[in-house]
């Protein structure tokens, strides 16, 4: 054990002290080697890839829908929100790295080292349930692209989606590098599929750039705020601030302050970047939106189903719907993998139990699967329309309880030692923290009370 960990109060934090023996995801704990010598290139390459499993999160199925609607209604003034929606993101995913750098604990194991086992438990349940509604909508998004795309009925397409454990448990016994080459992979798919798309669109470029400033009419106008609310409740999602906290400790980082320091600074240029690849995409769907749909007077679409079906004849080409089908398909996939491996990572991290890997992940994979097979099977198309905004609802209800833990374990100097955050720090991320956290009240006061 090092000696940033003998230094760490035991009578304090005596959970934090275990962590080699307690690590989540402990079939792919450190084993991906940092070269010890080398050029930054060749060490920052060794580090990239965890941020694009986190980014995932950001461009998933849950929100196609707000930007989707942010952009039929209002062109591109909603831009803006997006770009202040990824900064924030930017920041709360720099501090869940680093926390997991630092202590080697996961923010699960983090909240139930710190918290009574009561408040741990109540945690934790909040945790599952935000998984499962985010898994929900990534289910939900891509049983709706199979349906779209080869005509499977959703009920189908939501038991096809199930199988994506037998993916993740085949790639990760081949390496977690294998994984994250997969989720790079779709990144670029969908990247590639909306690049085309704003080539077919020919978006106004000046209102682009205007609409990436932000505007007081967002506030004062309350549909546009209500949207706006809903677009940064489906960026900034809880559960990626878990996952991320866990997979930086695939890398074999030197255990020491300058190991940690530099572990900390690849694994943030990481997440930084790859978190601009999820901008790039969200606002790339509300600029598709916008340059169609509102351009041709269609201000009230927000369904992913109708979007599919408009875009053929205003864009006048088949290959607009297909290539948005085909977008939809591997956000779909790529978040349900990263989904799973979350969901994993919180029950292992807050209940400190082993099960399996093919265990943990057939329950969290059931927790979604289930309710999204009985509400497709009863309501059909109708019904998962609802499911996907009350997904929304309860991610938005549950950031707030991922959020505050987050910046009040970073800043604790008995857990981080000389990497706790620094005051400018600490007050940014606490102004991050009370937006959101009013934002969300006000999105779900909106929300059950009209």
């Known amino acids: 054990m090092s000696e940033d960990v003998k230094e760490l109060p035991i009578s304090v934090e005596e ?28 060490k920052f390459l060794a580090f990239a890839g965890p941020g694009y499993l986190v980014a995932v999160g950001y461009m998933d199925p849950g929100n196609w829908a707000t930007d989707i609607a942010g952009g039929s209604l209002f062109g591109y003034t909603l831009l803006s929100v997006i770009l202040l929606s990824n900064l924030m993101a930017i920041l709360l995913q720099a501090l869940a790295g680093k ?21 741990a438990m109540g945690l934790w349940i909040l ?7 985010c898994d929900l909508a990534e289910v939900i998004g891509s049983a709706i692209a199979l349906n779209l795309l080869f005509g499977i009925p959703l009920k189908y397409g939501v038991i096809i989606t199930a199988l994506d454990v037998l993916v993740v448990l085949l790639l990760q016994n081949k390496g977690f590098r294998f994984i994250e080459t997969l989720v790079i992979v779709l990144i670029v798919t969908i990247g590639g599929c909306f690049a085309t798309e704003m080539f077919l669109s020919k978006p106004d470029v000046g209102g682009i750039l205007k609409g990436f400033v932000p505007s007081t009419e967002i506030i004062s106008n309350p549909t546009k ?64 939106s916008s340059a169609t749909f509102h351009k041709a007077g269609l201000t009230e679409v927000a369904d992913i189903n109708d979007a599919y079906h408009l875009l053929t004849p205003i864009l006048g080409t088949t290959i607009g719907s ?14 349900t993998l990263t989904g799973t491996l979350a969901g994993q990572i919180v029950m292992e991290g807050f209940l400190n139990i082993r099960l399996p890997a093919w265990l943990r992940r057939l329950i969290t994979r059931l927790i979604a699967i289930v309710p999204a097979v009985i509400v497709t099977g009863l309501y059909g198309e109708s019904g998962t329309a609802q499911l996907l905004i009350l997904s929304q609802v309860i991610l938005s209800l549950q950031l707030s309880f991922a959020v505050v833990p987050l910046i009040k374990f970073t800043s604790d100097k008995k857990k981080m030692g000389e990497f706790a955050n620094p005051l400018w720090l600490k007050i940014l991320a606490w102004i991050v923290a009370i937006v959101i956290i009013c934002l969300n009240v006000y999105l779900l006061i909106r929300t059950f009370f009209g």
């Open 322 to 335: 297909i290539l948005f089908g085909v977008a939809l398909l591997a956000s779909g996939q790529n978040s």
């Open 127 to 133: 945790c599952e349930l935000a998984i499962a509604a």
């Open 99 to 119: 926390l997991g750098i630092v202590t080697g604990r996961d923010l699960a194991q983090a909240c139930r080292d710190h918290y009574s086992k009561p408040v």
């Open 15 to 42: 959970g934090w002290k275990n962590k080699r023996t307690q690590s989540t995801l402990p079939e792919v704990y450190r084993s991906v080697r940092i070269p010890k010598t080398g050029s930054w290139i060749k």
């Open 225 to 288: 705020l209500y949207i706006a609310i809903g677009i940064l409740g489906a960026t900034v999602m809880p559960h990626n601030l878990y996952l991320h906290s866990s997979i930086v400790q695939t890398r074999k980082y030197q255990q020491t302050s300058l190991g940690k320091r530099q572990a900390i600074k690849y694994a943030t240029w990481d997440s930084t970047i790859a978190l601009f690849f999820a901008l790039f995409i969200n606002a790339a769907i509300l600029i598709l």
